[in-house]
């Protein structure tokens, strides 16, 4: 079982960024996300047991926050396009270092680069024009455990948890 915790878009702004990623795909090419695949990672956890991810992640204290989208970039090296805050919200950064915290002090084992808040909209971009960014309104107010499983028709998540952070 291939599990990451990540934040859930509410529905309008998953249909928003959804709206923008085909309108970039029609200037960049590539691949879009599904507007239900929407999401911004926190960990990725990998094949790993998900009673102590819930464990975990039942020790993490969170404050609710608004998740600003005010950039875009295409990524040559990836040849991906994402969106993204300017700047990461400490209340977002604060929810990363606690569940990456509580994620060590069961045992998981996450990757060492620095944490980059940003949503992956389009992979295998070939080209650079991206069209405005829409206003997208996207508050936090929990973050949730997803079992990913991989198909030939792409990739499928599913939520196994919610945690829901503090007012």
Known sequence: MRLFFALWPPADAAR???????RAARATGGRRTLEGN???????????DAERAIRAAKRVRGKAHQLPIDEARYVRANRM???????????????HESLAMA???EEFILERRPFAAHVTLIR?????ELPPLPAVE???????????TV?????????LERFTLQP
């Open 124 to 128: 295998d971009a070939q080209r650079a």
């Open 138 to 148: 996207w508050p936090v107010e929990e973050f949730v455990l997803v079992r990913s």
């Open 81 to 95: 396009v994402w969106v993204a805050p300017r700047e990461t919200p400490p209340a977002l950064s604060a929810l």
């Open 151 to 159: 198909s030939s028709r792409g990739a499928s998540y599913e939520p």
């Open 16 to 22: 928003i960024l959804a709206g923008w990623s085909e």
């Open 103 to 105: 994620l060590y002090r």
């Open 38 to 48: 929407i999401h911004l990672t926190l960990a990725f956890l990998g094949k790993a």
